[in-house]
């Protein structure tokens, strides 16, 4: 017998048919056992099942749970400083290279105590529960050495113990330079040590650096790439953000599962992408904060079908922001996404950036019951609405949450 049998609602499955990107059933219900998706159809194919609990959704618009596919949530202080130095002027770089930036919040999460760190990781992602997120991935990388990015990694696991949550640590593990460290030196502790610790520990999923001239290079990210696989680890890379590195082709040689920011990627990294099944990653909170002007090249990744994810990039110093429903708005405003687009972009997209497209990110038979339910009237509105207060119901593994 089913545990629920959701009715009276309509449902973007977000499994694609043909004319129909998001899916659409109307008039639907979604039957769920043990957790997971058992049917989703029409009500009147549903009819005569026997389940538990009829849960009926009074003409809500269902669609999978939203997955934050790339967050930094974890870290101690704020940049709000910062924040008043680039409307002074300053760019991104030149604070960083002033000793602020990463450094200044490496210094300020080594100073919070276990509770602080975890305590303020929650609020942040209570709001992103609140927006409808049943998924979220957090990176480290703002402990510099690894000792310090365990202790992130476990904090980013302890979310999903305390809040109702599905997290997906990742390792951030070249992010930036410390200062007065030697560059060989460093990589060599992260390919050596840190690499090999956390995979010991299963504590991430996936390995994560930052190619840009303030980070690190293609031929130091390339050493760090042999070493996650060497650990069966997958990779992901923060790619083209502030120029063109060739990051995301490097990424691609490495069947990364995303290459992320991207505002500078050329024709050649789109194709290598496509070949590859990289996902995209578009980052408009970043692009927005930092008041930048080059915008990634939406048409070329449609062109190329490169799938496309969108993220809230959350992090203190370019990208302060904790509201789903904004970061779709900011997609499709700031970078022409669809609203359809947009959708994909947190949810079937999005689970591919993280390889779990066979658990979450669609609503189908043998899926996580993750889900939220919206009082709309479209899933347009959801890519419309600056910054919606968030669904009407959200269910983790089909229990209310
Ligand atoms: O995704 N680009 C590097 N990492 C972060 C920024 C981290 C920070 O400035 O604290 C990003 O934008
Ligand atoms: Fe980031």
Known sequence: MWDRLLT????????????????????????????????????????????????????????????????????????????????????????????????????????????????SARQRARMLIAGGCTTVEVKSGYGFDTASEIRLLNTARALSQHEPVRIVPTLLALHALPQGAKRTAYVDMVVEEMIP?????????????????????????????????????????????????????????????SADHLEYLDEPGVEAMAEAGTVAVLLPGAFYALGETQKPPVQLLRDYGVPIAVASDCNPGTSPLLNPQLVMNMACTLFGLSPEEALAGMTVNAARALGYEDEIGTLAPGMQADLCAWRIDHPAELGYWIGLPGPERRMVAGVDA
């Open 8 to 119: 009276d609602c309509h449902v973007a499955t977000m499994v694609p048919t043909r004319g129909d990107p998001l899916g659409i059933i109307e008039n639907a219900a979604i039957g769920i056992q043990d957790g997971r998706i058992v049917r989703v159809g029409r009500r009147a194919e549903l009819a005569g099942t026997q389940p538990r609990e009829v849960v009926p959704l009074h003409g809500a618009w269902v669609t999978p749970g939203l997955i934050d596919c790339h967050t930094h949530l974890v870290f101690g202080g704020t940049r709000a400083q910062e924040h008043a130095l680039r409307r002074a002027g300053a760019s991104y770089e030149e604070i960083a290279q002033a000793g602020g930036g990463i450094a200044s919040t490496v210094a300020a999460t080594r100073a919070s105590s276990a509770g602080e760190l975890l305590d």
């Open 197 to 257: 610790a956390v995979a010991r520990l299963t504590l991430a999923d996936a390995v994560d650096g930052f190619c840009e001239g303030i980070g690190f290079l293609p031929h130091e990210i390339e050493r760090m790439f042999d070493a996650a696989e060497n650990h069966g680890m997958r990779v992901k890379l923060h790619a083209e953000q502030l120029s063109n590195r060739g990051g995301a082709k490097l990424a691609a040689r490495y069947n990364a599962l």
